[in-house]
C-alpha cells in the first residue's frame, strides 16, 4: 500500500553492512556487504576489521539497496539504524551515517535495538506478529527468550545465556575440528551425514534446579573439545559428522525444550525463532515437531533474513512510524549494551524539520538521491 511508512534501515552491528528498505511488511530491498572473508583467517571477528569494512560499505550499499527498491532517498518517511547492542566501533559507523542521512534528507531518526528488530523482521516474512509474541533468538552474540506484547515499547527478557551463545558454541567447535569460520553453516552440513546419537554430549541448564529460561553452553563446548583431545591424544580418528550431529542436537535439544517451556508457562501460543543461529536447519525441524505437539504456531523467516540485515531495522523502524513512536534526538550515539526492554531510543526534542536546511541540501542531499 502506497500510504504505508515507506523506511530505510541500516544494520552495522557486527561484521554484516546490511542496508533494508521496507514500505510496511514488504520488502522491497535488502543489500548486505558482508566481511566475513577478512575475519575468517582469525577465526572470529575483529572490530577494528569490521569498523574499517563498514566505512568502505556504507555509500555503495545504500545506493544499491535505493536502486533494488526502485525509490529515490527523497521518498522515504524515515530512517532507521541499529543504535545497539553490538560492538561499539561498527555501530557507530552505522548511527554516523544514519544521521547524516536523515538530517540531509530532513527525515526522522530512529535508532532501534538490534534483538527487537531480528524479532520485528518476521513480520516481513508471515505478516504482523500475534500479540503477545515470544521470541526465542540465538545468534553468535545472543541466546535470548523474549516475550514482546508491543515490538515497539514491550519486550520482556525471560532468559539468556549465562554464558557462550549458542552461535559461538557453533564457531569454537567448528575451530577445534579445524573446520574453519563461520561455524554454523559448515557444522549444519557435517552433521546432516552423522548420528546425533554418536556421543551423549551434556545438556546445559537443564536440571530440576536450574534456571528455566536460562542457557549455557560453555560447559558443552568443553566437553566436546576435551572428547576430541582424547581421541587425537591416543592416536584415534575423529568422526566429525557425528560430532558435529551429536554437539548440534545438544544444542538444538535445549534451545526449542526451553522455548516451548516458556509458551506453556506464560500461555502464549505463537513462537517466533530468529537470529543467525535460526538458520540452522536441524533447530528448524526440531522446533517445528515439539510446537506441533505442543499446539503452538512457530514462526521462522526465511534463513536470509535470520542473519543480520538491514531488512529487520528497517522493519522495526517503518512500525515505529506506523505507531508514531517518537523519533530519536540527533545526539542519538551507539549502546554496545543496549537493553533489550529498549526497542528503541526515543527522544524528546526531535525536530525533523531542522535537517532541512537550505545549505544542507545543496551540498549533500542531492549526492544522496540514488
Keep these: 500500500m502506497a500510504d504505508e511508512p515507506l523506511v530505510l534501515g541500516i544494520e552495522t552491528s557486527c561484521d554484516e553492512t546490511g542496508v533494508g528498505i521496507v514500505r510496511g511488511h514488504?520488502?522491497?530491498?535488502d543489500a548486505v556487504a558482508s566481511s566475513v572473508d577478512?575475519?575468517?583467517?582469525?577465526?572470529?571477528?575483529?572490530?577494528?576489521?569490521?569498523?574499517?569494512?563498514?566505512?568502505e560499505a556504507m555509500v555503495p550499499t545504500i545506493e544499491r539497496a535505493l536502486k533494488e527498491a526502485g525509490v529515490a532517498a527523497s521518498d522515504l518517511d524515515g530512517i532507521a539504524v541499529t543504535a545497539g547492542p553490538g560492538l561499539a566501533g561498527a555501530l557507530l559507523v552505522g548511527v554516523s551515517a544514519a544521521k547524516a542521512y536523515a538530517?540531509?534528507?530532513?527525515?526522522?531518526?530512529?535508532g532501534v535495538n538490534h534483538l527487537a528488530s531480528h524479532i520485528c523482521v518476521d513480520q516481513l516474512e508471515h505478516g504482523a506478529l500475534p500479540e503477545p509474541t515470544m521470541a526465542l533468538l540465538v545468534s553468535g552474540g545472543h541466546s535470548s527468550l523474549l516475550l514482546s506484547s508491543d515490538i515497539t515499547s514491550d519486550v520482556r527478557p525471560l532468559g539468556a545465556t549465562i554464558?557462550?551463545?549458542?552461535g559461538e558454541a557453533f564457531d569454537k567447535i567448528a575451530r577445534v575440528l579445524n573446520l574453519g569460520f563461520p561455524?554454523?553453516?559448515?557444522?549444519d552440513r557435517y552433521a546432516r551425514e552423522g548420528d546425533a546419537e554418536a556421543v551423549a554430549f551434556p545438556r546445559g541448564l537443564t536440571g530440576p534446579r536450574d534456571a528455566p529460561y536460562d542457557f549455557s553452553f560453555s560447559g558443552l563446548k568443553?566437553?566436546?573439545?576435551?572428547w576430541i583431545e582424547a581421541r587425537r591424544n591416543a592416536g584415534e580418528e575423529v568422526p566429525v559428522a557425528d560430532v558435529a550431529a551429536s554437539f548440534q542436537e545438544a544444542v538444538v535439544d535445549v534451545l526449542t525444550r526451553k522455548a516451548v517451556r516458556a509458551c506453556r508457562d506464560e500461555g502464549v501460543d505463537h513462537l517466533?525463532?530468529?537470529?543467525?543461529?535460526?538458520?540452522n536447519s536441524r533447530l528448524r525441524a526440531l522446533a517445528g515437531e515439539r510446537c506441533a505437539a505442543a499446539g503452538i504456531t512457530l514462526r521462522v523467516p526465511r534463513p536470509k533474513l535470520c542473519t543480520d540485515n538491514g531488512a529487520m531495522v528497517a522493519a522495526l523502524g517503518a512500525e515505529m512510524v506506523a505507531r508514531n513512536r517518537a523519533p530519536s534526538d540527533w545526539d542519538l550515539s551507539a549502546d554496545s549494551s543496549l537493553p533489550v526492554t529498549e526497542p528503541h531510543v526515543p527522544g524528546t526534542s526531535h525536530d525533523p524539520a531542522h535537517g532541512t536546511h537550505d545549505h544542507v541540501h545543496e551540498t549533500s542531499a542531492g549526492n544522496l538521491h540514488g
Design 163 to 166: 554464558d557462550d551463545a549458542a
Design 26 to 29: 514488504t520488502l522491497l530491498a
Design 38 to 55: 577478512e575475519h575468517a583467517r582469525y577465526g572470529g571477528v575483529v572490530p577494528e576489521v569490521a569498523s574499517r569494512a563498514h566505512l
Design 222 to 226: 568443553t566437553a566436546v573439545a576435551r
Design 272 to 279: 517466533m525463532i530468529g537470529g543467525g543461529v535460526a538458520a
Design 103 to 110: 538530517y540531509a534528507l530532513g527525515k526522522p531518526l530512529y
Design 183 to 187: 561455524g554454523g553453516p559448515v557444522i
